[in-house]
């Protein structure tokens, strides 16, 4: 359990499996981020897949981790893994093709959104329950999946979106049932990896370089909003609120 590369040949896998529910402390942030940049730093990879084990994509931050913290260090480290983590699939030198079933919440619309692909289950939502968890951030991710002001109500309402609607927008490529998700991803990852790998690789570079968003300086800055809400004080009132509600 935890975060593991599985190869095969061409195409290498990255495997989150952190139960119960996929919720990341920092540590697992910071170790996404290096088996991204592990997967791809064989020359002979041409695609790399993310995908998560369990009952969810991915629940975002650990919540636990930063309600428990004394101090600002938990929140510091988990900002700081979320960006290097987003980070490592943009940069990522050659194609991710992000496989999405169940909830994709918080940090998982981060993965999601920086992927180069995703291919979502039709049981897959998509949301940012970031306000109601006294925090924000990744707006800037699920700017790339959904309309922006869509993307403005999803923030200021924490309403989820499903596969079906993303795939009507054309930010999911396919959506297929639960059973069909692995194999449907890795037929997309094995039609990129059957491209010469050069040009793939030269394609991922010039189509990060001609985005209008500089992503990566546009969600540290809805960082700071995460720390200012923090050092007020309203943010251990909304997670307790929240933990208190789950029951985990």
Known sequence: MGIDIRGDGRIAEV??????????????????????????????????????AGRGFCAGVDLKELHHSTDNAALIGVNRGC?????????????VVAAVHGYCLGGGVGL?????????????TFGLPE???????????LSRLVPHQLMRAMVYTCR????????????????????????????VAEEIAAKDPL???????????????????SYRYEQGFTYELNLAGVSDRARQSFLDRDGR
């Not at 952190?18 to 592990?38: E, G, K, S």
């Not at 306000?131 to 991710?141: E, F, I, K, P, Y």
Request: net charge negative; aromatic share 4%.
């Open 112 to 124: 999601a959104g920086t992927a180069d692909i995703v291919v979502a289950a039709d049981d897959a």
């Open 15 to 52: 495997v989150i499996d952190v139960p119960p529910v996929n919720a990341l402390p920092a540590d697992d942030w910071f170790a996404l981020a290096d088996a991204v940049r592990t997967a791809a730093a064989d020359p002979t990879v041409a695609a790399v897949m993310l995908t998560a």
């Open 131 to 141: 306000v109601d968890r006294g925090a924000l951030g990744a707006a800037t991710h």
């Open 160 to 187: 989820t979106i499903t596969a079906q609607e993303l795939h009507r927008f054309g930010s999911v490529l396919e959506v297929v049932p639960r059973e069909r998700l692995a194999a449907t991803s890795r037929r």
């Open 83 to 95: 960006f290097a983590a987003f980070a490592a699939v943009y940069d990522c030198p050659v194609p």
């Open 199 to 217: 040009i793939i690789r030269r394609a991922k570079e010039s189509l990060n370089g001609i985005d209008p968003v500089d992503i990566q300086r």
